[in-house]
């Protein structure tokens, strides 16, 4: 007995520890009201005589070794707390940071990002105020064409060479002039048209256009890039491409994508057709090829490009387009919880 006891000793003599939970264990192993030293205490009774001089010192130097021990390492944890008091408690929640929210146009565009470039799509950039050559005539917009009008364009004072790009087309033409094929970039941006502001259309707004360059590019990998990215965007893979015209595509169409018509709103955004209009497509027409230094008998691709304020409107179920920029903090704020 007396021999389990001193083995006892030097465990409390050998233990240590910073956490609290631990400390107070094994205080209530040794020191503890069913703990050893009450049990020891307890056998003192049934120690015959001749050994309960030394059985009792053995008892009480592990009562005072244990209690020693635990006010020692009770006191260096305080002196620990003390140490960390100048921040407060480090286990309290913390203060809410007051975060800002990102704009739905930014949500929307690096959501479109997101998926091209995913299927090896990289991002090209280029100058809001753009020339002539650019924005018009290397995209098969020669002086006169009438399709220019179809833009209306803000001129910078009274040159009639420096605009403020009417698409973000002109960033395409530049990356063809500075990179060979293969070539998969989309450029997003700011576009300027001259239009009367109204709750569905704006002076100002956004656009993400892509383009693919390659040998043996075809209408089927356009269709095929666009149902991935309908599919990725908004859950919708049935798709339809109508007809159209643009000069820089050759040949052209809108894409539609099939929302459905399952809920009053589905009905209200769709005209109660189901479909909804997203963006334009078609193949870049050989003159544009040319115009940039590619090869168009070896050379094709294809192009798109679509309005993010459009379908940030669409998948916010924002009714006015002004929103986007007026600012209204009430507005922004709304955000918050996208990404
Ligand atoms: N640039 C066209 C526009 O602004 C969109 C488009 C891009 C259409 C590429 C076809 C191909 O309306």
């Excluded at 799509?121 to 100058?127: A, H, I, L, Y």
């Excluded at 020339?131 to 009008?149: C, G, I, Q, S, V």
Aim: glycine letters at 6%.
């Amino acid at each position: 007995m007396i021999d389990t006891i001193k083995q006892y000793l030097q465990e409390v003599e050998g233990f240590t520890s910073t956490s609290k939970e631990e400390i107070e264990t094994f205080r209530i192993k040794y020191l503890g009201k069913k703990g050893l030293l009450n049990e020891f205490f307890a056998e003192f009774k049934n120690v015959p005589a001749a050994q309960k001089k030394e059985f009792g010192q053995v008892i009480n130097e592990l009562k005072k070794a244990a209690t020693e021990k635990v006010d020692a390492l009770q006191e260096a944890l305080k002196d620990q707390n003390n140490l960390t008091g100048k921040y407060d408690d480090l286990t309290k929640p913390g203060e809410p940071v007051e975060i800002g929210a990102r704009h739905p146009i930014s949500i929307v565009k690096n959501q479109i990002i997101d998926i091209f470039s995913r299927i090896g799509f990289n991002v090209s950039e280029g100058p809001e105020i753009e020339d002539d050559w650019h924005n018009f005539t290397a995209l098969n917009l020669p002086e006169y064409h009438p399709a220019r009008d179809m833009q209306d364009t803000f001129f910078i004072q009274t040159d009639p060479d420096i605009l403020l790009r009417t698409h973000t087309s002109s960033v395409q033409v530049r990356y063809m002039e500075k990179h060979k094929p293969p070539i998969r970039t989309i450029s997003p941006g700011r576009v300027y048209r001259n239009e009367a502001i109204s709750a569905r259309s704006h002076c100002f707004f956004h656009q993400v256009e892509g383009l693919y360059v390659d040998k043996n590019v075809s209408f089927a990998d356009l269709k095929q890039t666009l149902q991935y990215f309908t599919t990725e965007m908004f859950g919708k893979s049935k798709i339809r491409l109508r007809p159209s015209y643009f000069p820089f595509t050759e040949p052209s169409a809108e894409v539609d994508v099939y929302w459905g018509l399952e809920t009053e709103t589905d009905y209200r955004m769709t005209k109660g057709t189901g479909w909804l209009e997203i963006m334009g497509c078609g193949m870049v027409d050989p003159n544009v090829l040319q115009n940039c230094g590619i090869d168009s008998e070896v050379y094709s691709g294809f192009a798109f490009g679509m309005g993010i304020d459009r379908i940030a409107l669409l998948l916010h179920q924002i009714p006015d387009i002004r929103l986007l920029s007026e600012n209204d903090v009430r507005f922004l704020e709304q955000f918050k919880s996208s990404i």
